[in-house]
């Protein structure tokens, strides 16, 4: 197993690969809160200081809605025409937050959540969650609903993603059934 008496920890390797994480994150999930790492990681503020002392220099603090908010230096922000995209079940757009409204409303929120702790396929347009999405094979044939939170729509949009989707795992029929909020 090795002899793990002669371990000792080395100070600058760990502030190196913690300045990695923290970096990692913030390229993968920023712009984020300290809260929202902190969650995903399960790190505490004690734990992270140090290497966002480092970061200084690459990182842009701003506030939105009363909330600061950390990026990358030079990270581009993803803007409101963006099309549409499907999440899977358990993605990191909304579990790597300690609080996903960033996206989402409360009450879409509980709705994309199970009691038992499942997180649905989420639907965002527009930098927004605007549905949930899901699929099951019937004689044959693969069969996508959509529910939407609200009203209908990027129809098209959800259309095309959807096909993109099937057009990966098999050749066969589609069909999409829609379900309105």
């Not at 200084?56 to 990358?72: R, S």
């Not at 959509?146 to 795992?169: M, P």
Request: with cysteine; proline share 3%; aromatic share 12%.
């Amino acid at each position: 197993m090795g002899n793990y008496t002669e371990w000792a920890p080395d100070e600058a390797k760990d502030l190196e690969a913690m300045k990695a994480l923290i970096h990692r994150y913030l390229a993968g999930y920023g712009p984020a809160t300290w809260k929202d790492f902190k969650h995903w990681s399960g790190l505490t503020a004690g734990d992270i200081k140090e290497a966002v002392k480092a970061l200084t220099n690459e990182l842009v603090v701003f506030t939105l809605d009363g909330e600061e908010y950390i990026a990358l230096r030079g990270e581009k922000v993803p803007n409101a025409s963006q099309n549409v995209f499907l999440t899977g079940k358990f993605d990191q757009a909304v579990i790597a937050y300690k609080d996903p409204t960033w996206i989402m409303t409360e009450a879409q929120r509980k709705s994309a959540w199970t009691v038992n702790g499942h997180c649905s396929a989420i639907i965002v347009a527009a930098n927004r969650a605007i549905g949930l999405w899901k699929y099951e094979w019937k004689k044959g044939v693969l069969i996508f609903t959509v529910s939407y939170f609200e009203s209908a729509c990027f129809q098209k949009e959800i259309k095309n993603e959807l096909e993109r989707f099937a057009s990966r795992i098999s050749p066969k029929p589609l069909e999409i059934q829609y379900n309105l909020g």
